[in-house]
């Protein structure tokens, strides 16, 4: 079955430090990883995706991701945290033999503490 | 608008009453998506349309959900005879392209929270 797993309901970490979390997912064939944010009453918001070709995407907000198929991975990190980087952060999979169809990781609260 | 536009953004209906959820998705994107999000989850997929097309309703929980988008632009989604169960987030979102996730993103509502007594 296709799946997307993010293990931490929440992540800390210290304003300046980096931060990373964590998504794994199980699709077969060749998936399409997305990243997203949702801020405290704001709908979810496109941070990046992963379809094809460097396995180190670029995002918004100096998010990036990196693409590890050996460890079906594709955690979100950025070097340098602010405070305004709190929120939601949700990693989806495109379903197989789909051209719509996402499934979604449970998210993880990212709290950044000044 | 500028973005994508749910409403209500709050409903509480007593069991056994039927909502209707609308949404003004951004002006000529072609996909149009509901999703519900119950606490502490991720969005699960409802429906899909692509105009006015309904091309996937396989998420759609039970046949008390019924989703629509006659002219290609505002959908609403209603829900006949609410029960407990049915209270999550409902969220829309719309994409300039067909199959979105190919290419686009999907620009997401602020979604509308229903909560059945």
């Known amino acids: 079955a296709q799946s997307v797993a993010q293990p931490e309901d929440q992540v800390n970490v210290a304003e300046g430090n980096p931060l990373t979390v964590k998504c794994t997912y199980s699709?077969?064939?060749?998936?399409?990883l997305f990243w997203y944010v949702q801020y405290p009453n704001r709908g979810l918001q496109f941070l990046l995706k992963?379809?094809?070709?460097d396995n180190l995407v670029k995002g918004s907000y100096g998010f990036e991701a990196e693409f590890n198929k050996s460890q079906t991975s594709f955690h979100l990190k950025k070097p340098s945290a602010l405070v305004s980087d709190s929120a939601l952060y949700f990693c989806?999979?495109?379903?197989?033999?789909?051209?719509?169809?996402?499934?979604w990781g449970a998210g993880t609260k990212l709290i950044i503490k000044p | 608008g500028a973005g994508v536009s749910q409403s209500p953004r709050y409903k509480v209906a007593k069991r056994g009453q039927d909502v209707a959820l609308r949404c003004d998705p951004i002006?000529?994107?072609?996909?149009l998506f509901w999703y519900q999000q119950a606490l502490g989850q991720g969005p699960e997929f409802l429906t899909y349309?692509?105009?006015?097309?309904?091309?996937?309703k396989s998420g759609l929980p039970s046949d008390r959900f019924f989703a629509e988008r006659p002219e290609g632009s505002v959908s609403t989604l209603k829900i006949q005879r609410t029960q407990q169960e049915d209270s999550a987030v409902y969220l829309c979102?719309?994409?300039?392209?067909?199959?979105?996730?190919?290419?686009?993103?999907?620009?997401f509502g602020e979604g509308s929270r229903l909560t059945v007594l």
């Open positions: 002006s000529g994107h072609v996909s």
């Open positions: 989806a999979v495109r379903v197989m033999d789909s051209n719509y169809q996402l499934i």
């Open positions: 349309f692509q105009n006015e097309a309904q091309l996937d």
């Open positions: 992963y379809i094809t070709g």
């Open positions: 699709v077969s064939g060749n998936p399409y």
């Open positions: 979102a719309s994409s300039l392209y067909r199959g979105s996730p190919n290419t686009g993103e999907l620009f």
